[in-house]
């Protein structure tokens, strides 16, 4: 007896050992996950966080764009680009776009108009303005003799950057390069990584050029490009300020680093930007690790956006994980003491008989109450299933009616006892009946427990019923069967259907308005426009119209600056009625119309676009010209 006792403590001392093994096994376990796991959150965040600064700067690159353009829109109102209305139409632009170091205008400038164009920014009263460029040594010398100059004539912010007056940024291979390439393809460019010089120093940053050609010219060759060229729009941007500006990024030390590389091929700089720190701190960067990458195009050059983490720790708390190791460490001991407690116990088993025969009449109360409640649960469900709103049916696996609700019996207008039985396909809509044929027979087979389709039924008189089905199967029981939660939809239907013909009608006073009726951006696109419109023109489609008309005040306005006066009272008053100017058909015919506008507003009050309605008027117009002819002129002298 006092053998078999040893042997039992024994064995009792062995559990207890293997319960705390394994618990602390568990809990290691789950607090390495739980530290990967949130160490793959952190990397997620950071990730997103560098997505939003690349959208931001994508952002950033498209306004930057706009303005250059808008620039040379400037030329093409006034025909000439003069230092106050360069000055005036900038200002405006660097004080709502951060992130731009200058903005500059650029003449080409032929070797024989070198010198009367310092002389004419002489009178103007810049008596030191003269054409320099970059010696070997960083100093700034009289340009050499060159076919063609491209001096810096206007700056803005003028006061930081009036010491690049006169710069020959063709005299700088680079910056030459690029506008010749901005030249020959017509279109935005931005050169390569170069030293900016500013009040605050040296900083590195890039020039990105937008052509501009001769007013009403569209050069469309190589040599139309060249021989139309006048000069270029350009922004000077310093990488530096774009990420403290634009992308806001923190100047003190973090485990996670974005850089800028330039990939495009040929560049000679190609790291472009990275937190001071960092630079200088060589074994860090070395041992550092990429985690993200993506491009960035602007003005044909390829920018990698680069996350880098460092080797020498993680800004995330890890919580989780030693919450997780705490809770099982605890568990475990408490398990360990729970376990200790009951195998003590055992040697007493004995004189627990009469407690556990108490228990067990315990356990057989609470198996009757729950017996009770699994009735009430049942007698809850039934009267919801009979009172809910929605449509609800339970069939066999054949589809045959075991069961249906009120909700169900009123959707189609049948009594219980006429549902019951029957095959619930006899009372979909014919067309319908197929058309959950296949994800039935997944169901069926395992494939899932449930899908959801619209369909079509016919209640007792033959009305076509729209629905929303939701049909679950229940495995788990002797005999499995079908819940289908069926929604009436019709209201639905209907209200939609009626949406749709008001759209088809709206289409159609478009389409066959006699009125010409248009829509059009406020930079002068037109986004949509009429046959009517399109015939009072003289054009033999909206599409030849959409893509030939690129600019309305240019080239549909008689006199552009009736367009700017329209444009004008149009985006202070919201509408324009009965504005009267003289248009230019494709055919350079000369038609007076009648236009009445409004402006249509985004969620912000911004302007998206323009409608209008335009009549021709020009017959009204010759007899209005004939009568006053006739009211002043005696017929009879």
């Not at 024989?112 to 460029?133: D, K, R, T, V, Y």
């Not at 289908?484 to 289409?507: G, V």
């Amino acid at each position: 007896m006092f053998k078999e006792e040893i042997k039992k403590a024994d064995i009792s001392l062995v559990f207890m050992i293997l319960i705390v093994i394994i618990g602390c096994c568990l809990s290691l376990t789950a607090f390495f996950y739980a530290k990967q796991w949130e160490f793959e959150q952190f990397i997620k965040d950071e990730e997103k966080k560098a997505d939003i600064h690349v959208r931001t700067l994508r952002q950033a690159f498209t306004s930057f764009g706009t303005i250059l353009h808008s620039i040379g829109s400037l030329y093409n109102v006034y025909g000439r680009i003069e230092r106050q209305d360069f000055s005036q139409f900038v200002k405006y632009q660097l004080a709502n776009n951060l992130g731009i170091q200058a903005l500059e205008w650029i003449p080409c400038v032929p070797e024989e108009q070198h010198l009367p164009m310092e002389e004419q920014i002489h009178q103007q009263g810049f008596s030191q303005f003269h054409f320099w460029q970059f010696s070997a040594t960083g100093a700034m010398e009289p340009v050499i003799t060159r076919p063609v100059y491209y001096p810096v004539l206007h700056v803005e912010p003028f006061t930081e950057n009036e010491h690049t007056l006169g710069y020959d940024v063709g005299s700088d291979e680079t910056l030459k390069a690029t506008l010749e390439k901005a030249r020959d393809q017509g279109q935005l460019t931005t050169s390569g990584a170069i030293k900016i010089r500013t009040a605050r120093g040296e900083l590195l940053g890039f020039r990105t050029f937008v052509p501009v050609y001769r007013r009403d010219s569209q050069p469309r060759t190589l040599e139309q490009r060249r021989q139309e060229l006048i000069g270029f729009a350009v922004g000077v941007f310093s990488f530096g300020e774009l990420a403290q500006t634009i992308l806001r990024l923190p100047k003190y030390r973090t485990s996670v680093v974005l850089q800028i590389q330039d990939s495009t091929p040929g560049s000679l700089i190609t790291e472009l930007y990275a937190p001071l720190w960092f630079i200088r701190d060589e074994k860090t960067r070395s041992t550092s690790k990429e985690i993200w990458s993506t491009q960035v195009e602007f003005g044909t050059r390829e920018w990698k956006i680069i996350l880098t983490i460092l080797p020498d720790g993680f800004e995330f708390q890890m919580w989780y994980a030693w919450g997780i190791l705490g809770v099982g460490i605890l568990f475990t001991l408490g398990l360990w003491r729970y376990m200790y407690i009951i195998l003590t116990r055992a040697r007493w088993a004995e004189s627990l008989v009469t407690k556990r025969t108490q228990s067990l009449s315990k356990q057989i109360e609470a198996r009757k109450q729950i017996a009770e409640a699994l009735e009430e649960s049942r007698q809850r469900f039934q009267a919801i299933f009979d009172e809910a709103a929605t449509g609800i049916v339970q069939t066999d696996l054949t589809g045959k009616i075991l069961d249906s609700n009120k909700a169900m019996q009123l959707l189609l207008d049948y009594s219980e006892e006429e549902l019951q039985d029957r095959l619930l396909k006899e009372l979909v809509h014919p067309e319908d009946i197929e058309i959950d044929k296949l994800m039935s027979e997944k169901m069926l087979s395992g494939g899932h427990n449930s899908y959801t389709t619209s369909k079509r039924y016919h209640d007792k008189y033959g009305n076509v019923v729209w629905t929303n089905q939701s049909c679950s199967i229940v495995r788990d029981t002797k005999n499995p069967f079908i819940i289908s939660m069926i929604e009436d939809i019709t209201e639905r239907k209907c209200a939609e259907q009626a949406r749709l013909e008001a759209e088809k009608k709206y289409r159609d006073i478009f389409e066959n308005a006699i009125e010409g009726i248009f829509q059009c951006t406020p930079t002068g696109y037109f986004l949509s426009v009429n046959p009517a419109f399109v015939k009072m023109l003289g054009y033999s489609s909206a599409q030849q119209m959409l893509s030939e008309v690129t600019n309305i005040g240019q080239q549909l306005y008689v006199n552009p600056e009736q367009r700017l006066e329209f444009i004008k009272f149009l985006e202070k008053n919201s509408e324009v009625q009965g504005f009267e100017y003289e248009a230019r058909c494709r055919d350079g015919q000369m038609i007076w119309v009648n236009e009445t506008a409004r402006v249509v507003r985004d969620e912000q009050g911004g302007i998206r676009y323009y409608e209008s309605i335009v009549e021709n008027v020009t017959e009204r117009k010759l007899i209005e010209k004939k009568l006053r002819y006739d009211a002043t002129h005696d017929p009879l002298t």
